[in-house]
């Protein structure tokens, strides 16, 4: 069992930036594949980014959604049991709840591949 717990969401203005955290506890963290969805009113909730942590080689790959690829950044603190989203260059468009999840199935970019889910945390977006 994995809890996972969000944090960093707030109010900001469009081009501004803001990390958002997850803090992990429970099974062994660093093993998981890690990843950020986001949910907007009205809107299915939908894939941001994902993140594999390889024990053997000692790195990380990452997977992003189009709309965020070269604003967004996904990394991993193992040592702290935390997964970052580093959000820079916000939009309107970026406003949603952020969710964190975990699971055991390598980069993939569906809900159903996820086992584990934060509460989540808001991300407003002003123009």
């Known amino acids: 069992q994995v809890q996972l717990v969000e944090s960093g969401g707030g109010l900001v203005q469009a081009g501004d930036s803001l990390r958002l955290s997850c803090a992990a506890s429970g099974r062994t963290f660093s093993s998981y594949t890690m990843a950020w969805f986001r949910q907007a009113p009205g809107k299915e909730r939908e894939f941001v980014a994902t993140?594999?942590?390889?024990?053997?080689?000692?790195?990380?790959?990452?997977y992003y959604a189009d709309s965020v690829k070269g604003r967004f950044t996904i990394s991993k603190d193992n040592a702290k049991d935390t997964v970052y989203l580093q959000m820079n260059s916000l939009k309107p468009e970026d406003t949603a709840v952020y969710y964190c999840?975990?699971?055991?199935?390598?980069?993939?970019?569906?809900?159903?591949?996820?086992?584990?889910w934060g509460q989540g945390t808001q991300v407003t977006v002003s123009s």
């Open positions: 993140l594999s942590w390889s024990e053997r080689r000692g790195n990380a790959n990452t």
């Open positions: 999840a975990a699971g055991n199935y390598g980069l993939r970019d569906k809900m159903a591949d996820y086992d584990y």
